[in-house]
């Protein structure tokens, strides 16, 4: 998980700074994060629903959130792909 996050940060630098590399960890990364970001949640929905309690209910919104914002990242950097040097 820590070398995960660690390879995430260095694509979203390469994808600040507009290098070409950050297109293709993006496109190796996507499915890797989502199936991590959904198979946490639906083994939390599985555990203790979808709202037992407030912090379930967070936890279960971040996933859902991070999942949307991995997509919207993706649609990002791949409609930057022309720019990316």
Do not use: C
């Not at 499915?31 to 709202?51: H, I, K, Q």
């Amino acid at each position: 998980m820590m070398v995960l996050s660690v390879i995430f940060i260095v694509t979203g630098v390469a994808a600040f700074f507009g290098r070409r590399f950050a297109l293709w960890l993006a496109l190796l990364l996507f499915p890797v994060g989502a199936a991590e970001a959904l198979s946490a949640l639906s083994y939390s929905v599985t555990v203790s629903g979808w709202y037992s309690n407030n912090a379930v209910a967070l936890f279960n919104t971040s996933l859902i959130l991070y999942v949307a914002g991995l997509v919207i990242s993706l649609v990002l950097i791949i409609d930057k792909r022309s720019q990316l040097k």
